[in-house]
């Protein structure tokens, strides 16, 4: 036997000794999946689903002259003159001073993707796609080109569903479970870019979850495949071509890809999307709340372990949550089950539960949990609120909360007037706010009323005093007040140790 394979051997020796002695915990390395040596099968089986739209829309020029309309710049900038003289000088008016007639109405097109669901022409795309659009053509892979007609769409999630009209069945493409998607899995993206027509792009899954601040509903799958304009409304597929999400916006400070495309989700989408084609409008589950995110503050007030759920700011007279007994102050845990880590998930959840099915609400009050029963109802049309700023002085006479930065009145008939308050309003009237101080730092404000103090009502400064002493005399860092502001209520901490921790300057 040669020698190295001697030692080789003497050193397994010693080394399964030294494990039966004393076990080590040897780690498990992670193993990728190889790369596909070509996604060429994948995609020319997926392409003949995926369409090119194209949709216009007259619109009036905004000049007062033919030729070249005036640029938009920032009111009072230096270029805006530079430009009125160039045009004027280019686009003179008439020797009697009259302009030349202005330009007639002109057709605005734009491009985007969709895929079909349904052989029988049911297409989706994405609202910003068709919005506003009186004419919407369907393009086919074959070059075929069809009129579509809308059948409905919902600018929360920003889905449309067509409607188009073949001579034969169209090849339809199936939705998939967006929820197995994992970071790092592969993906397909297959559009319209720059009107481009049948471009197939591939990535993998960059995180989940994304908020991008485009809506309530907020949920996308981030992906690097190369998405650019035209693709919005374009299918992004796994590996099994199924759909898991419609291509729908990018980051990008240029215009183009730099790796930043975002999807909604399918388990999102084909719920609106069967909405759509049945009812021409997304039918959601509602709770007839108003929410806000849990802050640490907020949840050492509140006494919970850790800054997790939605905290209830308010509840809709004759809402579901109102008949299940929810009130402002509780900060719901679980729905359906379904734990609620943060504000912004609470709303999706709902969205997307049965309308009229009863689900178990978990909430955090009076320092314990509680179960309440509560039945789904149907989110109503948006309603707009109008309100205006008060720029209004203080009343004279005026109580000090020592240490918030706050002073206080009662609210009465000249201050309802002054800050415009309405007339069944309840609380203690905020009169002035200190600079610097914690009231300050939370955007606080003169107008703004506090209603409760740790989830008890106030009608009177001295009942605002009286609460915060007693929050005071139990150590906590923070007293949590609910404030109806101009935005509605809201529940806010202001620290209590703030005081004590600046140096006097």
């Given at each position: 036997?040669?020698?190295?394979?001697?030692?080789?051997?003497?050193?397994?020796?010693?080394?399964?000794?030294?494990?039966?002695?004393?076990?080590?915990?040897?780690?498990?390395?992670?193993?990728?999946?190889?790369?596909?040596?070509?996604?060429?099968?994948?995609?020319?089986?997926?392409?003949?689903?995926?369409?090119?739209?194209?949709?216009?829309?007259i619109?009036?020029?905004?000049?007062?002259?033919?030729?070249?309309?005036?640029?938009?710049?920032?009111?009072?900038?230096?270029?805006?003159?530079f430009?009125?003289?160039?045009l004027?000088?280019?686009?003179?008016?008439?020797?009697?001073?009259?302009?030349?007639?202005?330009?007639?109405?002109?057709?605005?097109?734009?491009?985007?993707?969709?895929?079909?669901?349904?052989?029988?022409?049911?297409?989706?795309?994405?609202?910003?796609?068709?919005?506003?659009?009186?004419?919407?053509?369907?393009?086919?892979?074959?070059?075929?080109?069809?009129?579509?007609?809308?059948?409905?769409?919902?600018?929360?999630?920003?889905?449309?569903v067509l409607?188009?009209t073949?001579?034969?069945?169209?090849?339809?493409?199936?939705?998939?479970?967006?929820?197995?998607?994992?970071?790092?899995?592969?993906?397909?993206?297959?559009?319209?870019?720059?009107?481009?027509?049948?471009?197939?792009?591939?990535?993998?899954?960059?995180?989940?979850?994304?908020?991008?601040?485009?809506?309530?509903?907020?949920n996308?799958?981030?992906?690097?495949?190369?998405?650019?304009?035209?693709?919005?409304?374009?299918?992004?597929?796994?590996?099994?071509?199924?759909?898991?999400?419609?291509?729908?916006?990018?980051?990008?400070?240029?215009?183009?890809?730099?790796?930043?495309?975002?999807?909604?989700?399918?388990?999102?989408?084909?719920?609106?999307?069967?909405?759509?084609?049945?009812?021409?409008?997304a039918?959601?589950?509602?709770?007839?709340?108003?929410?806000?995110?849990?802050?640490?503050?907020?949840?050492?007030?509140?006494?919970?372990?850790?800054?997790?759920?939605?905290?209830?700011?308010?509840?809709?007279?004759?809402?579901?949550?109102?008949?299940?007994?929810l009130?402002?102050?509780d900060?719901?845990?679980?729905?359906?089950?379904?734990d609620i880590?943060?504000?912004?998930?609470?709303?999706?959840?709902?969205?997307?539960?049965?309308?009229?099915?009863?689900?178990?609400?978990?909430?955090?009050?009076?320092?314990?949990?509680?179960?309440?029963?509560?039945?789904?109802?149907?989110?109503?049309?948006?309603?707009?609120?109008?309100?205006?700023?008060?720029?209004?002085?203080?009343?004279?006479?005026?109580?000090?909360?020592?240490?918030?930065?706050?002073?206080?009145?009662?609210?009465?008939?000249?201050?309802?007037?002054?800050?415009?308050?309405?007339?069944?309003?309840?609380?203690?009237?905020?009169?002035?706010?200190?600079?610097?101080?914690?009231?300050?730092?939370?955007?606080?404000?003169?107008?703004?009323?506090?209603?409760?103090?740790?989830?008890?009502?106030?009608?009177?400064?001295?009942?605002?005093?009286?609460?915060?002493?007693?929050?005071?005399?139990?150590?906590?860092?923070?007293?949590?007040?609910?404030?109806?502001?101009?935005?509605?209520?809201?529940?806010?901490?202001?620290?209590?140790?703030?005081?004590?921790?600046?140096?006097?300057?």
């Amino acid at each position: 036997m040669r020698p190295s394979m001697r030692l080789a051997r003497r050193a397994g020796a010693v080394l399964l000794a030294a494990a039966l002695v004393l076990p080590v915990a040897l780690p498990v390395l992670a193993q990728a999946r190889p790369a596909p040596d070509s996604f060429a099968d994948l995609a020319e089986k997926l392409l003949p689903g995926v369409v090119n739209i194209s949709s216009s829309q007259i619109v009036q020029s905004r000049g007062d002259r033919l030729g070249p309309e005036m640029p938009n710049f920032p009111p009072g900038s230096p270029f805006e003159q530079f430009f009125r003289d160039f045009l004027d000088r280019n686009h003179p008016p008439g020797q009697h001073g009259e302009r030349a007639p202005q330009a007639p109405p002109r057709r605005m097109q734009s491009l985007g993707s969709g895929f079909i669901v349904d052989a029988s022409g049911i297409v989706v795309t994405n609202n910003h796609v068709i919005e506003g659009a009186d004419e919407i053509t369907v393009t086919l892979q074959d070059n075929t080109i069809l009129k579509a007609k809308l059948v409905g769409r919902d600018e929360r999630t920003d889905i449309a569903v067509l409607k188009v009209t073949p001579e034969k069945p169209l090849p339809a493409l199936n939705f998939g479970d967006s929820d197995r998607s994992r970071v790092g899995d592969w993906v397909l993206a297959i559009g319209n870019p720059f009107g481009l027509g049948g471009s197939v792009t591939a990535g993998i899954v960059s995180a989940r979850g994304r908020d991008i601040q485009q809506g309530p509903y907020d949920n996308f799958i981030q992906t690097d495949a190369a998405i650019n304009r035209g693709n919005s409304g374009g299918p992004l597929f796994n590996m099994d071509g199924e759909v898991i999400g419609i291509n729908t916006a990018i980051y990008s400070p240029s215009g183009g890809s730099i790796g930043i495309g975002f999807s909604i989700p399918s388990n999102l989408a084909k719920t609106v999307v069967v909405q759509l084609r049945d009812f021409g409008r997304a039918k959601r589950g509602w709770l007839g709340v108003k929410i806000q995110q849990v802050t640490p503050d907020i949840a050492e007030s509140m006494g919970l372990k850790e800054p997790s759920g939605a905290l209830v700011a308010s509840v809709e007279e004759g809402g579901p949550a109102a008949v299940a007994s929810l009130r402002g102050g509780d900060i719901i845990l679980k729905f359906d089950g379904q734990d609620i880590k943060e504000m912004r998930t609470l709303p999706r959840i709902v969205a997307e539960t049965a309308i009229g099915r009863e689900v178990p609400v978990t909430v955090w009050r009076d320092g314990r949990e509680l179960t309440l029963t509560a039945k789904v109802g149907e989110l109503p049309d948006d309603q707009k609120l109008a309100s205006a700023e008060p720029d209004k002085p203080a009343p004279a006479q005026a109580t000090e909360l020592a240490g918030l930065g706050l002073k206080l009145a009662p609210i009465t008939p000249d201050a309802r007037d002054r800050y415009q308050l309405g007339p069944d309003q309840k609380g203690v009237l905020i009169t002035d706010v200190a600079a610097g101080s914690p009231a300050a730092d939370r955007g606080l404000k003169p107008g703004d009323v506090i209603m409760e103090v740790q989830q008890q009502e106030v009608n009177t400064p001295a009942d605002v005093v009286d609460r915060v002493d007693r929050v005071r005399k139990t150590d906590r860092r923070s007293v949590l007040m609910l404030i109806q502001g101009q935005d509605g209520p809201r529940w806010v901490p202001l620290s209590l140790t703030a005081d004590t921790k600046r140096e006097p300057g």
